[in-house]
């Protein structure tokens, strides 16, 4: 059995959910399919929350109003038969009357929870539709039955296994299961998400959950590229990533997996495969347990960074002071991703602002605090396990024209970052495509 997830671009539109029907009926291995919202369709819902959060219900009407004539344009498109589309409108109606309720409904962060889970479940429910239309017989499992949080957040991938409603269709020839990424129940029994792009986390949740053979994540782009697509022009795709340097990739940016996606699949030891929905015959990449000292296979870049010193010479020959400033961080549950030290001061970098001012106030009586906020980290991702000399090299040659704010390499063999201002993000990542994957403009 293989769990396959089609991201918000590969249903984005009738003709491409007529792709991914193809595509799971390509062969007869059980499938449980895994959906995310028509793209465009959660940061819709989002700006919904946004709009009733701050009280402006005649925005959120338009907005409500829009994405239904969206919404009704796409059901013409996919389905013909009448029968068909009544149903779609049916299920249309269903979601949309909910969404036009929460207007009048006071906000609160259960209320944007429970819209933003509307796109899945519109989108799944949308491509039964189409199946049924096809004479595909399939089945369609909600998500919120199984796909749960526990106290401290976490998937539960125990409860998934134990509560997955089909288990005993998944050695059936041909079986096909629909059910919703991103969506989840918390531990206090409310909707929730598994946060933006989660859809690949709950993919990989249920592979692990289920023991499945394979979990594939089909998207726009045929696999893993060795730098960011978005940015940088001649890039190409990595045939074989291990499980360490995919999580390092998706945690320090590359989009196309969500971070905390891949550490399930590698608890369980469940491949993930990533496969293009428009090119279905492209290799992609597959992701494993298999471990290659290779260098430097891939370069990921996430925005968004802080970066914190704390200077003071208190610090010359003392022990402890380390562990008082993590514990600031602690409080403020801020994770810290880069540190360097020295004799008399500490740089640490952290991706969530929400806490910023008042980390830096209770720093404040450790020493001087300097804060530098719109920076990047550069993440250069392989395996480096035999000692490399010319690796470092070839970063730094590449990296001569940028001012680079701090460095971190040694913490694990598949690691090498670079903290460096915003706004060089975009010529770093070229001139480390052509220093060190010697590749040229395209
Ligand atoms: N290193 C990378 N390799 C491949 N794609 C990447 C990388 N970094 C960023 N991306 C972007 O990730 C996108 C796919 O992810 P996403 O938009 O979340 O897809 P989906 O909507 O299918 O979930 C690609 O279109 C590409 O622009
Ligand atoms: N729809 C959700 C979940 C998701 O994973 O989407 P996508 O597969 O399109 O990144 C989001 O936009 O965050």
Known sequence: MKVLKFGGTSVGSPERMNQVASIITSDDEPKIIVLSAVSGTTNSLVELGRLLKTGDKQAAKDLVLELRQKYDAFVEDLVSESDRRSEAKAILDEHFTLLNSAI?????????????AQGELLSTKLFIELLKEKKIDVDWLNALDFMKLDEDDEPDVEFIGKNFPAKDQLDKKGKLLVTQGFICKNSKGEVDNLKRGGSDYSASLIGAGLNADEVQIWTDIDGMHNNDPRVVKNTYSISELSFNEAAELAYFGAKIL????ILPAQKYNCPVRLLNTMRPDAKGTIISGKEQDTGIKAVAAKDNISAIKIKSTRMLLAYGFL????????????PVDMITTSEVAVSLTIDDNSNLEKIKQELEPFGKIEIDTNQSIICLVGDFVSDRPGIVKQVFDSLTEIPVRMISYGGSRHNISVLIDTSYKASALQSLNKGVFQMEEA
């Open 104 to 116: 009048n409904l006071s906000f609160n962060e259960g209320l944007s929870r429970e819209l933003l």
């Open 258 to 261: 969500h971070p905390a996606s």
């Open 323 to 334: 562990r008082k400033i993590f514990e600031v961080f602690e409080k403020y549950k801020t």
